[in-house]
């Protein structure tokens, strides 16, 4: 996880005070928040932040590369502080989103069509987490 101020400039984001303490939140929460969840749990320590203001500090994120979109979710747009490849693993029962490592991706690399260039690739997968099956099982 990177951090900060330095991290905001290098990514070409003028790093205020309402940005980094958005990056922050994503970078220090692993649940792949939607801009919704940033918000709520943002607003209280910044009573200026606007629900506008968080959904347009996303998207200048994802398009300056700072955060990534996560599209495992179809309902709704989820968000990774995390931009190093991994994978991810939705439970169809919980809906929690967990990252899973992995080394690399040369198998799914593979399949791209002859001649296109490959910019990003995403690894999902479904089923039902470790806690969901416990409690299932009880
Ligand atoms: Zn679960
Ligand atoms: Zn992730």
Redesign the pocket.
Known sequence: MKHGAEYLKECGVKPSMQRLAIYKYVAEH?T?PTADEIYEALRDQIPTLSKTTVYNTMKLFVSNGVVDE?FIDRTSERF?G?TML?A?FMCEMCGGIF?SEIDNIPSVAAYVPKGAELHKTQVLYYGVCPECLRAKAE
């Open positions: 692993p792949h996560v990774d995390n991994h991810h990252d």
